[in-house]
């Protein structure tokens, strides 16, 4: 399943989510990273990894994201602290429409290596002839 509500935990107050690294996720967390001061008008992401595993949440505001497995662009949008989207290795990803006050979180099963990017999109459709 590519999109997953977590349990929402709390009381009075206030609420908590928690995160587990192969258990929550679909694998291993090495690295964690945050989006923040984004602006509506300006999409990011718009490259696939070779390797890295991505699971995506939306912890305040919100965002689309589209995903593309080069034979299907599905767009998802995140505005629930508790929604967690995981985009496969070998999937193209953009993020887009941001509310100012988004803060998108990322676990990444991968540490960061620029090598393991592709930027070009007719690269990506070439490379895994999908
Ligand atoms: P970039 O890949 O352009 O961001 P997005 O995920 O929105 O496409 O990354 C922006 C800059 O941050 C770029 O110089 C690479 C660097 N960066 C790291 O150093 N470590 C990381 O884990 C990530 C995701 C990016």
Redesign the pocket.
């Known amino acids: 399943m590519t999109t997953k509500y977590h349990q929402i935990l709390g009381d009075h107050r206030g609420k908590l989510i928690a995160i587990e690294s192969g258990i929550d996720v679909p694998f291993e967390v090495k690295?964690v990273?945050y989006?923040y001061g984004t602006q509506s008008g300006i999409p990011?992401?718009?490259?696939s990894h070779h390797e890295t595993k991505q699971y995506l949440i939306v912890v305040s505001g919100s965002c689309k994201v589209t995903l593309d497995n080069g034979n299907e662009k599905t767009t998802y949008k995140l505005n629930q602290p508790n929604l967690g989207l995981f985009q496969d290795r070998m999937v193209w990803g953009e993020?887009h429409d941001f509310s100012e006050d988004c803060v998108l979180l990322v676990l990444?099963s991968e540490h960061?290596d620029e090598e393991d990017?592709i930027r070009n999109y007719d690269e990506f459709l070439e490379m895994y002839n999908v």
């Open positions: 690295r990273f989006i990011r992401g718009q490259h993020m990444a960061y990017y």
